[in-house]
């Protein structure tokens, strides 16, 4: 009789389960796994190829940008073109601009937008809901529509050419309320209702409970508010007069472009750089803005 044969039944079946589940466990070829992921690989690709091709100009020599045939890589590598890029012009003080403007409106437009979304999406009072459609209605009227009364008001206040023109006409609008108002309202009130039963004020409540639970929403809206501010173009090209003291970075590429001809390889090494703050916020704030995204936006009450 053999070994097999002396084994128990409790036994064998252990073992044709541990086969059964190593069979499982086992990785199996899958065609539209694959497919999905190269099609995933492609679509990526298409959309990191614009940085790619940017970088790899900013270290050509002028003259190669537009060479034909078209190639990534050009004859010599001019990593100096970075430091021409702040010979040229003055482009620190663009960065230094755009940071001080961007930064400022974002923390304007988060502390303003959580205050405006605890009160339409916590607090309950009459009228709320009717009110908070009143608000978002303003999202239907476009930038361009509100360029010349919003320029006329701030020659009134004698605001041109100055940070409060830069700054605050867009701080104050309804995305940000009613981004972090679809997070607020899917918090438990139960929350809310503790805390004021332990004598917490409303302010204690929204920076002690609320804040903190909104961490991610609160990430979401202020990278997408400094993307904003930092990209903003129209509206610092109408209120600034003197672009080397005001400009921002994106009025700082426009003085690439010259009577006698255009930097090209300057101009993409500037935007590179342009590139850089937008892109370490992103990554430094990944993780929050994965569940931001993730659980903005859910249905409440």
Not at 233 to 245: C, M, R, S, T, Y
Request: proline share 5%; aromatic share 14%.
């Amino acid at each position: 009789m053999t070994s097999s044969q002396l084994q128990s039944p409790s036994r064998r079946q252990s073992a044709q389960a541990v086969q059964a589940a190593v069979r499982r466990n086992k990785p199996q070829f899958r065609p539209l796994k694959v497919a999905g992921e190269v099609v995933l690989g492609v679509v990526v690709l298409a959309f990191l190829f614009p940085i790619i091709f940017t970088f790899f100009s900013a270290l050509k020599p002028n003259g190669e940008i537009f060479s034909q045939p078209p190639s990534l890589i050009g004859s010599e590598i001019r990593w100096q073109n970075f430091v021409e890029v702040f010979n040229y012009t003055p482009f620190l003080r663009f960065i230094v601009n755009g940071l001080i403007i961007s930064i400022s409106g974002t923390i304007i437009v988060v502390a303003v937008s959580s205050l405006a979304a605890y009160s339409f999406g916590i607090l309950k009072w009459r009228g709320r809901d009717k009110y908070m459609l009143l608000y978002l209605a303003t999202m239907m009227i476009p930038q361009e529509v509100l360029v010349i009364p919003m320029f006329l008001l701030m020659q009134k206040f004698g605001w041109i050419n100055s940070w409060q023109a830069l700054i605050l006409p867009w701080a104050f609008g309804a995305f940000g309320a009613f981004l972090l108002r679809q997070f607020f309202i899917n918090i438990p009130y139960e929350l809310v209702e503790a805390s004021r039963m332990d004598g917490c004020s409303q302010w204690g409540t929204f920076t002690r409970i609320i804040l903190p639970l909104a961490k991610p929403s609160l990430a979401v809206l202020g990278v997408w508010t400094f993307i904003t501010f930092w990209n903003s173009f129209l509206w610092p090209l109408i209120v600034v007069n003197d672009v080397n003291q005001l400009g921002n970075v994106s009025l700082g590429l426009q003085t690439f472009f010259g009577e006698h001809g255009s930097s090209w390889n300057l101009v993409m090494a500037a935007s590179v750089i342009a590139i850089l703050p937008t892109l370490i916020m992103v990554i430094a704030l990944q993780k929050h803005l994965v569940k931001g995204i993730a659980t903005v936006g859910l249905a409440g009450r």
